[in-house]
């Protein structure tokens, strides 16, 4: 069987044919019919939404002899010479290999002949950002002043890229991203006149995955149908013939990983790579979800549209997982998966590898880096104050005592803290406090008050300030010298080091002393910081 590309057998002959694209075709139509036409369109939009298609179409009817309501009549000596390619009329220039000049300089000379048949020239300029500055002053001088036969027609992906002189002569449509509905539509159309045998789901995937994109929608189909010739078109075979993860699937597994559900997180991607996805696309494809999910939970939505490049569809799924995920927890998956695809290049066993990394992803407290610690904090923080609402002290059900913790010899020396240990105490306050088993009360005045250390003099000393209303409390409670040794021994505990510990009131603070706070550090993690190197064994939760 002698197969014809679909994109090329389907290529639409009228406006009525061309699919999610009504706002312009609507116009043009109008304008060949009142014979209202410009002489110089530009048509932007991403690819393969249709604009050569219009240009060509529109190139047919203002030179068809009988055209219908604004339609080219597609039988016509003109309609016929145009289709075949073989019209003086119509002129194509891809501006991406011939954007030199000269070559426009040579076109443009043309101009000033009349048509021989037919009532317009009609010039294609593809690619038009493209262009030499030289080809766009030539090309200017045409449109300042051009003949009343001639028609411009402008295509581009780019417009940021035309100079504003050109801009400004031309009338401007933007071609829109095709929806998946009129995509699939399209699609179920061209399977059923063709024969081929294609479940709903199937034809849905590749209207999702070509995002927008009508020629790259058939050609993906085309090649789904030759690796199954003849054979019904399922998704688990589109799948597999594409080798291409299902975006849908990366909200869910995002959904599942951020839960924590490492089984539901394991079973979604072993159904991709069954399913013969390809494991380096799927992570490569994963982390450009993640990060589109990054910048729409940190970004505002103009911003974001303008840095995704996605279909509203697609924005839309963006927006209801990033209300969700915090970004630290998404920064922290890119983070493992681009390690993951750096080790899978010398990699044998790639799977393990990978799935290895989807465990890292659910399991924040298996992962020693810095922003597994903020996932951890802040976790500890909702279950805080969860604690906190029903009353119970975290202490008495706290992770961190279950624990079979081995406790430090009472004459074993430990080391001094050093300022980066003080530092890292700092930051891990709210941690450190809920595993302190004391009290609620003086859990809750720990809380609110202010670790800092003193950055000048570098003493091994961990400075511990309480400020606001509960100075009056704090001094009565807190300050006293059994409970300041408890807390030494609990930082011995859990660091394995020694730093002396110093109760204060904010009003009697000491000079030189620098306050780390959770937001504070959380602050300096989103550029990207140390405490790489973790933290204790036993500390584990
Ligand atoms: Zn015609």
């Not at 028609?151 to 050109?166: D, S």
């Not at 699937?249 to 991607?269: N, P």
């Not at 010899?409 to 004391?438: H, N």
Request: aromatic letters at 6%; hydrophobic letters at 40%.
């Amino acid at each position: 069987m002698s197969y014809v590309a679909l994109y090329r057998k389907f290529r639409p002959q009228t406006f009525d044919e061309v699919s999610g694209q009504e706002h312009v075709t609507k116009t043009l139509k109008n304008q060949v019919r009142t014979g209202r036409l410009q002489h110089a369109y530009l048509f932007v939009g991403t690819r393969g939404t249709g604009k050569t298609s219009v240009a060509k179409i529109l190139a047919r009817a203002v030179n068809c002899e009988q055209p219908d309501d604004g339609n080219p009549c597609g039988v016509c000596d003109s309609c016929r010479r145009i289709g075949d390619a073989v019209s003086m009329n119509v002129i194509e220039i891809d501006a991406a290999s011939n954007n030199g000049v000269d070559h426009i300089r040579e076109i443009i000379e043309e101009v000033q002949y009349r048509p021989t048949d037919g009532q317009y020239k009609v010039y294609i300029i593809d690619e038009v950002h493209m262009l030499s500055a030289g080809a766009f002053n030539a090309l200017l001088k045409t449109l300042e002043e051009p003949p009343s036969y001639v028609i411009f027609i402008l295509a581009t992906t780019e417009a940021a890229k035309i100079p504003v002189t050109i801009l400004s002569r031309c009338q401007r449509y933007d071609f829109r991203r095709i929806d998946v509905d009129t995509i699939t539509a399209r699609m179920r159309y061209l399977t059923e006149t063709e024969g081929v045998r294609a479940d709903e789901k199937a034809l849905r995937f590749i209207a999702r995955a070509a995002d927008g994109s009508m020629r790259d929608a058939l050609s993906l189909l085309d090649r789904c149908i030759a690796f199954y010739m003849d054979e019904e078109l399922t998704y688990e075979r589109v799948l597999k013939a594409l080798g291409e993860a299902d975006t849908t699937v990366f909200g869910k597994l995002t959904e599942a990983a951020v839960r924590g559900d490492s089984g539901g997180a394991l079973r979604i991607f072993s159904s991709q790579i069954s399913a013969g996805v390809e494991i380096g696309q799927f992570i490569g494809d994963y982390i450009m979800f993640l990060r589109n999910l990054l910048i729409t939970a940190t970004s505002s939505p103009e911003d974001a549209a303008a840095m995704i490049d996605a279909s509203e569809e697609q924005m839309d799924e963006l927006r209801g997982l990033a209300s969700g995920t915090d970004p630290e927890t998404c920064m922290r998956f890119i983070r493992i998966l681009s390690d993951l695809e750096n080790r899978m290049r010398y990699a044998a066993n790639r799977r393990v590898l990978a799935e290895t990394a989807v465990l890292m992803l659910t399991r924040p407290e298996s992962d020693r880096s810095a922003d597994a610690l903020v996932q951890r904090i802040r976790l500890l923080e909702t279950r805080l104050d969860e604690l906190a609402e029903r009353g119970i002290s975290p202490a008495a059900d706290g992770p961190a005592e279950k624990k079979d913790v081995k406790p430090r010899d009472t004459g074993e020396v430990l080391p001094d803290a050093a300022p980066e240990d003080l530092r890292r105490i700092c930051g891990d306050w709210k941690r450190l406090i809920t595993s302190l088993p004391s009290s609620i009360l003086k859990q809750q005045l720990l809380e609110n008050a202010h670790p800092q250390y003193n950055a000048e003099t570098l003493e091994n000393r961990l400075y511990v300030e309480f400020g606001g209303g509960q100075q009056e409390t704090a001094a009565a409670v807190a300050t006293s010298d059994d409970w300041r040794q408890e807390f030494v021994k609990h930082i011995e505990k859990q660091y394995g080091i020694h730093a002396d510990v110093e109760f204060h009131v904010t009003k009697d603070r000491p000079a030189g002393l620098r306050t780390v706070d959770v937001d504070r550090m959380i602050e300096a993690l989103s550029i990207a910081v140390e405490v790489e190197d973790g933290m204790d064994d036993e500390d584990e939760f």
